[in-house]
């Protein structure tokens, strides 16, 4: 007995929807394997590097306090730096590390690389985009990649007025909370948040694309005094 057209056709409409159901399924296994790899690393590099490197910087501090008589090389070897701690660099997957931030209403943490230079950068974590550096007096603006799975900035729609996220920076070893006092989303040619008057406060900036890249949601967050 053959098919009539409309048996074809629903079999084929069947195979095509089992394709896609498929094919769905796969990509989100992939993005979910993605996210949970990359912040598997993120946190394995901020636990067992970054805070280990890190109390061995802050050490370095104390055992310089301890001494009474500073010679004159001991004082030179520490100039470059703020109080005592040498300015040594740390490289998460080749790019130089600037901090870390912690946002712990969304659960997440992730290496701050230095000054964004490539695109490549944000590939792998969040990056310094613009301003006077972590936990520095003034305006400090973070980028990061907003992937639908939460992955980087990707949970930043999820972060509130009042929410606490965290800053430490590298060079001196200070973990700093600050408070999330405005949230906006603005056109991508806007950057009038970068350039902005903080009247003597540390501030920071979470920068991510939304609306297939056409607009930029914009987080400002101050240092909690």
């Known amino acids: ?118 695109m490549d950068q944000i590939e792998v974590s969040v990056a310094m985009l613009y301003g006077v550096g972590l936990n520095n007096v003034g305006n400090t603006v973070i980028i990061g990649h907003n992937y639908r799975n939460g992955l980087f900035f990707g949970s930043n729609k999820n972060l509130k007025l009042g929410d606490t996220i965290y800053i430490t920076d590298w060079e001196t070893g200070n973990r700093r909370p600050y408070t999330i006092y405005n949230k906006y989303t603005t056109e991508e040619a806007d950057s009038t948040y970068m350039q902005r008057d903080t009247e003597g406060r540390r501030e920071v900036t979470l920068v991510t694309c939304q609306g297939d890249n056409r607009y930029r949601l914009v987080i400002y967050a101050k240092e909690q005094e």
């Open 1 to 118: 007995m053959r098919k009539s057209g409309f048996d074809r056709f629903l079999t084929v409409f069947l195979s095509i929807l089992v394709v896609g159901i498929i094919g769905l399924s796969v990509f989100l296994v992939y993005k979910y394997y993605q996210k949970y790899n990359i912040n598997k690393d993120a946190n394995e590099f901020i636990e067992d590097t970054f805070d280990e490197e890190l109390a061995k910087r802050k050490q370095k501090i104390d055992d310089t306090h301890d001494q009474e008589d500073e010679d004159e090389a001991s004082k030179e070897q520490n100039a470059g730096g703020i109080r005592g701690i040498d300015t040594d660099a740390l490289t998460y997957k080749n790019y130089v590390v600037a901090g870390k931030i912690e946002m712990p209403t969304v659960n997440l943490q992730y290496p701050v690389l230095d000054y964004l230079t490539d």
